[in-house]
């Protein structure tokens, strides 16, 4: 069973640059959020796609978008980037997008993006 | 006022001691409440999940809830070695599907 996978695993990039990360969700899951870790923080949510649309979106700038695909993986970009955009970007996969869901987030290994 | 408060630490306790985690959060419409475990460099894993009132226990792992004063912690009994590591408290509102994690606990145990 093939947990939620991430691509790539680290990133150099210099300020002003477009980023790409990519996502394939745990089998079973059809719902992709994106996270962004910054050092000794915890991780801060950007949004999450279902059925190929963003469904929730949190406090970052129109910078960072994403799509979904038919067969549930994700992209998030990042276009003119900043220094402090520097962090571990993290996808999370889940079931569902219910009102109240209990539903589990599982998380890839991340994509740790170094802007210079 | 954060979504969710975590003391950061760091914790120490010896091996085979209880490690108390304690977490609190500001929307009283939470609905679902959640413990990650993240080693340095790697990403969150889940291991403690709780929805209701009370506690829930699972091997060395108790999660406790009480909805009334928002406060939900995590309890290691006899902690190893291998527990040292940064505990995320995460909370799920009402309004969907839309985590809110606290900044971690590190907790470092000595044998």
């Known amino acids: 069973d093939a947990g939620v996978t991430q691509s790539p695993t680290h990133l150099i990039k210099t300020r002003g640059q477009q980023v790409t990360l990519r996502c394939s969700p745990k089998?079973?899951?059809?719902?992709v959020s994106w996270y962004q870790q910054a050092l000794g923080q915890g991780p801060q949510f950007i949004f999450q796609?279902?059925?190929?649309?963003?469904?929730q979106r949190g406090n970052f700038p129109d910078r960072f978008s994403g799509h979904q695909f038919p067969n549930y993986s994700s992209e998030l970009n990042v276009n003119a980037l900043l220094l402090g955009d520097s962090a571990l970007y993290l996808c999370?996969?889940?079931?569902?997008?219910?009102?109240?869901?209990?539903?589990?987030?599982?998380f890839g290994s991340g994509t740790q993006l170094s802007v210079l | 006022q954060k979504e969710v408060e975590q003391n950061s630490g760091p914790l120490s306790v010896p091996e085979g001691a209880i490690a108390s985690l304690n977490c609190t959060y500001s929307?009283?419409?939470?609905?679902?409440f959640f413990w990650y475990r993240q080693y340095s460099g790697k990403s969150p894993e889940l291991i403690m999940s709780i929805y209701s009132n009370g506690d829930k226990e699972d091997g060395r792992f108790t999660a406790q809830l009480n909805k009334a004063s928002q406060y939900v912690s995590l309890l290691i009994r006899d902690s190893q070695p291998s527990d040292s590591a940064t505990y995320l408290c995460a909370v799920n509102r009402y309004t969907g599907n839309q985590f809110y994690f606290g900044t971690g606990t590190s907790l470092t145990v000595i044998p």
């Open positions: 929307d009283r419409g939470s609905q679902s």
């Open positions: 089998s079973g899951h059809d719902t």
């Open positions: 999370a996969s889940s079931s569902g997008t219910g009102v109240g869901s209990n539903e589990k987030l599982f």
């Open positions: 796609y279902y059925e190929e649309e963003e469904r």
